[in-house]
């Protein structure tokens, strides 16, 4: 476990976000993986059900992601304050929470899932395989949730080694399973789908069996539901549910439109998609890591040292984001050639696609950057809500510029990536007048004494 209260602020950072960096481009690869063994050895249209699917498993998990980070969350608060018996007592409140929540969307996913992607006007010649993948994950949606869990509570707690080792292992395994499923067995997307799930199931126990031996105040010896800190875990969590659920709607709206311009454009997209998620990995890492910096030193009363160690953060994001951009300017159509089958009839097409949207996009990172810095802080510091409408309202202007683009300026599909810095531009200045005005002054859960 690592203590944030005290020692080099950039060398604590540095650290804890380096296992994470690396966890969360792991993780990335579950579902780059997927595309880049479905797109080359099944096809364009197959890459394309695989995007589709992909923002509707996310937006049915959102809520569980985000009572997750909330729970997180107030752990850290908690272990900040070395109050261990009520963070012991929020880890089982959370698990029985959780658990039962998650099972309630499996099935809901499950028989939802054919009417979800007629929503989303997803192409005829790539319906069925969408429903196959989606309900296939969708089904094992319990297993990430567990991980997900130990996870965020274990970096909670500044260890964020573990998790990183127990990914590895699972995405390798991922790696493995999905070429035996895919190539060899010719189980097509569905192989891809079962490939993801049993690794998930694999880390989840992993995680479970790592916690129970080596961090007890986190493993649950006798499961007890407290009412004050479940409403703590709401008050943090509901609203980073709400937001996530929201973007992933706003996310869905623009699926909506990317699929009105047919099979090659989502393909296309799908493509650059994957690439840009993973080149967001380390700025969204930064961000964890400020969010945990952040917790634990405002539950010690330490606001200035978590001042400090904002502006530190947004430092070593600003100079990735230059480094992030350079490698893109100069490999982006290498990449996106990677998802791709060279023989498959709409390559070049679908190449074009992706490499146009990745090319307007690269050059506006700064501004995630600047975003997503302040919004760790706000979440660190315990202003929930605020931590959840800043991203919500940027995604919404977001989609809102993509219809206007495609619909009043009569733009295609580059529409889509100059409608994203729009959206983190208009909310980045939200941010800085806000964190200037400190009005996420007395959010926290531990308050001063």
């Known amino acids: 476990m690592q203590n944030f209260t005290e020692g ?13 960096l690396i966890g969360s481009l792991f993780q990335q690869m579950y579902s780059l993986v997927d595309a880049v063994v479905v797109g080359r050895f099944v096809g364009g249209s197959a890459l394309a059900a695989v995007g589709v699917s992909m923002n509707a498993v996310f937006f049915l998990t959102a ?3 985000g009572l997750t980070t909330g729970a997180s969350v107030v752990i850290s608060q908690l272990y900040g304050a070395k109050q261990i018996d009520k963070l012991e007592r929020a880890v089982s409140t959370s698990i029985l929470f959780l658990g039962a929540l998650s099972l309630l969307i499996t099935v809901l996913g499950v028989l939802l899932t054919p009417w979800l ?14 429903r196959i993948y989606l309900q296939i994950m969708i089904g094992g949606a319990i297993f990430p949730t567990f991980y997900n869990m130990y996870t965020a509570y274990l970096r909670a707690l ?20 999905s070429l035996l499923f895919v190539i060899t067995f010719g189980w097509g997307v569905a192989g891809a789908a079962i490939a993801t799930v049993i690794a998930q199931a694999v880390s989840a126990v992993l995680c479970c069996l790592y916690t129970r031996r080596y961090v007890r105040m986190l493993w649950v010896k006798k499961f007890s539901f407290d009412y004050e800190l ?16 929201l973007v992933m709607l706003a996310h869905l709206t623009i699926m909506r439109l990317i699929n009105s311009f047919g099979t090659v454009a989502a ?8 690439i840009d998620h993973l080149a967001m990995v380390p700025i969204t890492t930064l961000s964890m890591a400020l969010s945990t910096f952040v917790a634990q030193n405002m539950g010690a009363n330490l606001e200035s040292r978590a001042i400090q160690g904002f502006y530190v953060a947004m430092r070593y994001t600003l100079l990735l984001t230059v480094v992030i951009t350079a490698v893109l300017i100069l490999s982006a159509s290498w990449l996106i050639s990677l998802f791709l089958d060279p023989n498959y ?7 074009l696609v992706g490499r ?16 997503f810095c302040f919004n760790g802080f706000f979440r660190g510091a315990g202003d929930a809500m605020i931590a959840m409408v800043f991203p919500v309202v940027s995604l919404t202007i977001r989609a809102i510029s993509a219809y206007a683009l495609v619909d009043l300026g009569g733009m295609g599909t580059e529409a889509l990536a100059w409608s994203i810095p729009i959206g983190w531009g208009t909310m980045s200045i939200a941010s800085w007048i806000y964190f200037k005005k400190r009005l996420w002054v007395g959010k926290s859960i531990i308050k001063k004494v």
């Open 8 to 20: 080099n602020i950039s060398k604590q950072i540095i650290a804890f976000s380096v296992p994470m």
């Open 345 to 351: 009839a709409d390559t070049a097409e679908i190449l």
């Open 356 to 371: 146009n949207y990745l090319s307007i996009l690269v050059f506006f990172y700064f501004l995630l950057a600047i975003l």
């Open 63 to 65: 809520v569980i992601i």
């Open 117 to 130: 992607l007629r929503v989303l006007n997803a192409p005829y010649e790539v319906f069925e395989d969408a």
């Open 267 to 274: 393909a296309g997209i799908a493509a650059a998609n994957k």
């Open 158 to 177: 500044g260890d964020s080694r573990s998790p990183l080792y127990i990914l590895i292992f699972a995405n390798v395994l991922s790696i493995i399973l």
């Open 230 to 245: 479940f409403c703590s875990i709401l008050k943090y969590g509901a609203p980073a549910a709400v937001q996530l659920s």
